[in-house]
Antibody
Framework: EVQLLESGGGLVQPGGSLRLSCAASGFTFSGYAMSWVRQAPGKGLEWVSA???????FYADSVKGRFTISRDNSKNTLYLQVSSLRAEDTAVYYCAKSIIAMGILDYWGQGTLVTVSS | EIVLTQSPATLSLSPGERATLSCRAS??????LAWYQQKPGQAPRLLIY???NRATGIPARFSGSGSGTDFTLTISSLEPEDFAVFYCQQRSNWPYTFGQGTKLEIK
């Protein structure tokens, strides 16, 4: 059974940083592209970042230069380093696995909440 | 960036009725469009990918159609558990983008 378990969210002040983690199990982690998608409270979905099996990374313009996606295939874990946080980064951050192509998300974690507030 | 516009914003129907949800792209996305369902407090669930392919375990009452800029998600006969928010999403060009969502509510 595929499982994705996010952690690392919390309350952080504007300008602060966090590292989000996503522990994956139930599939060959190294063989699939992975992504982070966020959802601000009461709002829609925003694709934040993606990393393919070769390690190439992709970022939304809204987070480019502030967020860094990475993966450790030996630990079956996806990361998102979030820095220079702003109030508008407040959201539930979901980790998701791609089905074949990078842009189709067939499994999602339950999310971790990041709140940016002073 | 490709903008996806979903309509209607809210759809009020009764169980057993047919639901038709639309998604229009600001430029062609070929067939590279997916549909997700999200219930309150839950993560999204993949329903349809590449316009018309049902994801694993998705009931046959869900179907997708379209290509280019106009797409439709159809639920042939609504079950009580189908009421939720539905999002379309394109993977034609990075950044991948989602529509703003259609809320399907019980009438």
């Amino acid at each position: 059974e595929v499982q994705l378990l996010e952690s690392g969210g919390g309350l952080v002040q504007p300008g602060g940083s966090l590292r989000l983690s996503c522990a994956a199990s139930g599939f060959t982690f190294s063989g699939y592209a992975m992504s982070w998608v966020r959802q601000a409270p009461g709002k829609g979905l925003e694709w934040v970042s993606a990393i393919n099996t070769g390690g190439s990374t992709f970022y939304a313009d809204s987070v480019k230069g502030r967020f860094t996606i990475s993966r450790d295939n030996s630990k079956n874990t996806l990361y998102l380093q979030v820095s220079s946080l702003r109030a508008e980064d407040t959201a539930v951050y979901y980790c998701a696995k791609s089905i074949i192509a990078m842009g189709i998300l067939d499994y999602w974690g339950q999310g971790t909440l990041v709140t940016v507030s002073s | 960036e490709i903008v996806l516009t979903q309509s209607p914003a809210t759809l009020s129907l009764s169980p057993g009725e047919r639901a038709t949800l639309s998604c229009r792209a600001s430029q062609s996305v070929s067939i590279y469009l997916a549909w997700y369902q999200q219930k309150p407090g839950q993560a999204p669930r993949l329903l349809i990918y590449d316009a018309s392919n049902r994801a694993t375990g998705i009931p046959a009452r869900f179907s997708g159609s379209g290509s280019g800029t106009d797409f439709t998600l159809t639920i042939s006969s609504l079950e009580p558990e189908d009421f939720a928010v539905f999002y379309c999403q394109q993977r034609s060009n990075w950044p991948y983008t989602f529509g703003q969502g259609t809320k399907l509510e019980i009438k």
